[in-house]
């Protein structure tokens, strides 16, 4: 019989955000799955797991999801886990999550943190109806292109951005939406957690001068 993959949430920034079950799968797998090992260590030895890990980034996933699968094919039960939050959002976990249900292993979830839905439940901007993008594209024109689709669905929109592209990504915001409300959060759950809601316009002027650190979450 074929092992489990688990799909285990662990905390976005403050070590105590992980639930009893996630600290209980950890401990009684055979194998952690981690974007890095390193990262990830420092939770394990918070809370006193010594399971065995291995590294599984995007560079890697599909040498290492040949072989995540020979593990599970097995018998041993392997959890999935990233360097913040849920798996398989803006990460490589979808690799190995698709080709173990196409081979008939079984998936189980372990929920818990995540940063989107984290920003957006305290951004104020409407949340029954949302989309959420991740990074758009690094190259301008296109990135308007991709902005000017999401002000047409009118939808409350969910972006990740990197601290070197993060002022692009606000004046490509103020070109398309216009001087809308933005939220911007960073550090969430964190000691240096910041949160910022203002103008485009706004914004824009105060990262020119404070300059952006860690990744954003941007709702617009």
Known sequence: ????????????????????RAIETLKSVDLIACEDT??????????????????????????????????????KSVALVSDAGTP????????IIRLSLDNNVPVIPIPGPS?????????????DSFTFEGFLSNKSARRKNQLKKLKEEGRTAVLYESPHRFLKLLEDILEVYGDIEVVVARELTKKFEEVKRDKAAELIKYFEITKPRGEFIVII
Request: glycine share 10%; no cysteine.
């Open 1 to 20: 019989m074929a092992g489990t993959l688990y799909i285990v949430a662990t905390p976005i920034g403050n070590l105590a955000d992980i639930t009893l």
């Open 38 to 75: 390193r990262h990830t260590k420092i939770l394990l030895d918070k809370y006193g797991i010594y399971t065995p890990t291995t590294s599984y980034f995007e560079y890697n996933k599909v040498q290492k999801s040949d072989y995540l699968l020979k593990v599970m094919k097995e018998g």
């Open 88 to 95: 398989g959002i803006s990460d490589p976990g979808y690799k």
């Open 115 to 127: 940063g989107l839905v984290t920003a957006l439940t305290m951004s104020g901007k409407p949340t």
